[in-house]
């Protein structure tokens, strides 16, 4: 295990497209975050799971983004009828559950520009 | 409202200077503190944790709760020590890891 792997690494998108980003945290991590980061800012927390319920989700995500987990493992971040303010970096995160939850291993990220 | 405050946007310092990030946080609670590094063409990563009281390269935080404040400090800056770095404070219980970042110092250490 390479560590949290992000897929893919840029995604081009014309405004109105749908695009997904897929996320496989490390293998035995409960816990799975989304963040964005534009550009000269933080990671903004978008939404975690704890295995494959979603726990919690930012007033920051309108309802054309939608995430899911499924099994408890990998996730997607779906962003509908892309705008230009998506445009942004996506991370994911993962950790173990209880104290081990505040030891997150960051993804490389996917980049997102939308023209 | 939760938020973490990074006055410096740049930092530049010689090596061997001491070098201290600021970092101030607002929270309705109590939360755990940590502090991010990222270097160049590298993912994230977890510098160190206000409750473990270690020290990572060098590096440490002391959480001021009267000041709300936790900078990050070091006595003798290094050029490998050139990157990004972002405090984030975490909630606890069921909100462990869900974090808040503030926006980032680039701190540069010149030869």
């Known amino acids: 295990d390479t560590g949290v792997s992000q897929d893919p690494r840029h995604k081009i998108t014309k405004r109105g497209q749908n695009v997904t980003f897929r996320c496989d945290p490390i293998s035995e991590h409960n816990r799975l975050y989304w963040y964005r980061q534009t550009l000269g800012q933080g990671p903004e927390f978008l939404t975690y799971f704890q295995n494959e319920a979603q726990l919690e989700k930012s007033r920051l995500l309108s309802d054309r983004f939608s995430a899911e987990r499924p099994k408890g493992s990998f996730s997607t971040l779906e962003i509908q009828r892309t705008e230009q303010g998506d445009s942004a970096m996506y991370l994911c995160?993962?950790?173990?559950?209880?104290?081990?939850?505040?030891?997150?291993?960051f993804g490389p990220g996917t980049r997102l520009t939308v023209t | 409202a939760q938020r973490v405050t990074q006055p410096e946007k740049l930092l530049s310092v010689f090596k061997g200077a001491p070098v201290e990030l600021k970092c101030n946080y607002s929270?309705?609670?109590?939360?755990?503190l940590f502090w991010y590094v990222q270097y160049s063409r590298q993912r994230l990563q977890l510098l160190l944790r206000?409750?473990s009281r270690e020290s990572i390269k060098g590096f440490t935080a002391d959480l001021n709760k009267g000041e709300t404040s936790f900078h990050l400090k070091k006595p003798f800056a290094q050029e490998e020590d050139s990157a990004m770095y972002y405090c984030?404070?975490?909630?606890?219980?069921?909100?462990?890891?869900?974090?808040?970042f503030g926006d980032g110092t680039t701190l540069t250490v010149k030869p």
């Open positions: 995160a993962s950790s173990r559950l209880g104290t081990g939850a505040y030891e997150q291993y």
């Open positions: 984030a404070l975490s909630g606890r219980g069921t909100n462990a890891g869900k974090s808040t």
């Open positions: 929270y309705s609670g109590s939360p755990e």
């Open positions: 206000h409750i």
